[in-house]
């Protein structure tokens, strides 16, 4: 039986906003995405008025849950102060308390913004950025997880680029993720990884419409209600650039680092710097940054080539006081074998750039010694 947009708005304008009316009348919910069983939406409302809809959220996500031949529902509330509009002065004390069990304790000031409880079994969440798209960012951080697990060390790896989530195609991930009795989503085994991707959720082109609130909602959600279960590491491919929906994450998400990808072309080394001052502004040790596509290596004669004038990662990195991690070539075998859903660190294990790769993990894990047990 599949379930339809109408079933859910029916359910939902069973649920009343915190002002009394209906939820389907309350000019709150995104448009709904129904995925094969799958429902997902978003509840925005004005920052000030918050905590007073989490309950809101349960409710509706129980509703949702509740409609026969729907597998899994993921809502987010996202806060976001409405554009010209006074918010109206709230008691302190008043509203309805947030009432899903599942959250992490609030932090005294209890915006739902500054979650940043640890992740129970998760040693340590580290984010894989970039200042823009297309740089490498989530080939790097598919081979860097593959290369922390060659290490021996257990690995996940969240794809929470919802601006274009490309996790799915790199490991060839068709499937979509088992819910277990708890109703938490079973992340997917892959060449030894447990892998989400908000991929798996909704298609490509849905996600590319998706507004900065709403994204941060969702991660959060895909790191929480996940069963992770134990993981020295948890790669996170975070979404390009270094606007405010990038530094929120930054903020919500229980970092123990970032790595920064940057190619060697100077516009993308300014955008690794606002990335590098983001990661600042909140806190989060940058690792290192990984220069992708540093030189070009000519698959024929095996020629070396400095097409974006190599080594401006690494020279910037010492500027910086930064530590440098490493250089990925660019190269066909990379591209290829990312593109296949055959990472080139599990297609080729002994070649060249799984050995880079490896190389570059281990860096990564000397800078986690003393948080991750195994590293
Ligand atoms: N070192 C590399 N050599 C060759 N191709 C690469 C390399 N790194 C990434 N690519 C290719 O570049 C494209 C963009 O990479 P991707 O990892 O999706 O970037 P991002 O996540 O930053 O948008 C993909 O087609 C990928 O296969
Ligand atoms: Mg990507």
């Keep these: 039986m599949s379930v339809t947009q109408q079933q859910v708005l029916e359910s939902l304008s069973r649920v009343r ?46 509703v949702v849950r509740a409609i026969p031949g729907v597998t899994s529902a993921m809502i987010a509330l996202t806060a976001e102060r409405k554009a010209g509009s006074a918010p109206p002065p709230r008691p ?71 601006y274009g989530p490309s996790i ?30 908000i991929g798996f959720l909704v298609e490509e082109d849905t996600a590319m419409i998706w507004r900065g ?44 680092g970032a790595i920064i990808i940057s ?9 690794a710097r606002r990335g590098l001052a983001m990661f600042k502004k909140v806190n989060v040790p940058v690792l290192g940054i990984v220069e992708n596509m540093s030189y070009f290596q000519c698959p024929h004669c095996g020629t070396r080539s400095d097409i974006f004038g190599h080594g401006g990662a690494r020279h910037e990195a010492e500027r910086l006081g930064v530590p440098f991690l490493g250089e990925v070539p660019l190269h066909m075998a990379i591209r290829a074998t990312s593109d296949a859903g055959h990472p080139v660190v599990v297609s080729e294990p002994d070649g060249p750039h ?20 195994a590293a």
């Excluded at 740089?135 to 790896?157: E, F, H, I, P, Y």
């Excluded at 570059?360 to 948080?371: H, S, T, Y």
């Design 17 to 62: 906003s915190p002002h009394g009316v209906a939820l389907t009348e309350a000019d709150v919910l995104s448009a709904i995405t129904v995925n094969d069983g799958k429902v997902f939406f978003s509840i925005n409302v004005d920052a000030q008025e918050a905590r007073a809809w989490e309950s809101v959220r349960v409710q509706a996500e129980s």
């Design 92 to 162: 302190a004390t008043g509203g309805v308390k947030p009432a899903a069990a599942h959250r992490p304790p609030q932090s005294p000031q209890g915006s739902p913004m500054s979650r940043q409880a640890e992740i129970p079994g998760v040693a340590a969440v580290i984010a894989v950025a970039s200042g823009k798209g297309g740089v490498g960012k989530s080939t790097t951080a598919l081979n860097l997880a593959l290369g922390l697990r060659d290490l021996g060390l257990k690995v996940g790896l969240l794809d929470a680029d919802i």
């Design 263 to 271: 190619t060697p072309q100077d516009l993308s080394l300014i955008d």
């Design 168 to 197: 799915p195609r790199l490991t060839g991930i068709r499937e979509k993720p088992e819910l277990n009795s708890d109703r938490k989503m079973i992340p997917i085994e892959r060449f030894g990884l447990s892998v989400m991707s």
């Design 213 to 256: 609130p709403m994204v941060m909602s969702a991660i959060t959600q895909m790191l929480r209600d996940v069963v992770w279960g134990t993981l020295d590491v948890l790669v996170v491919d975070m979404p390009p650039g270094t606007g405010d929906a990038q530094l929120t994450l930054a903020q919500n998400v229980p970092l123990k």
């Design 354 to 373: 799984a050995a880079i790769y490896r190389a570059i993990a281990a860096k990564v894990r000397d800078q986690l010694r003393g948080v991750v047990a």
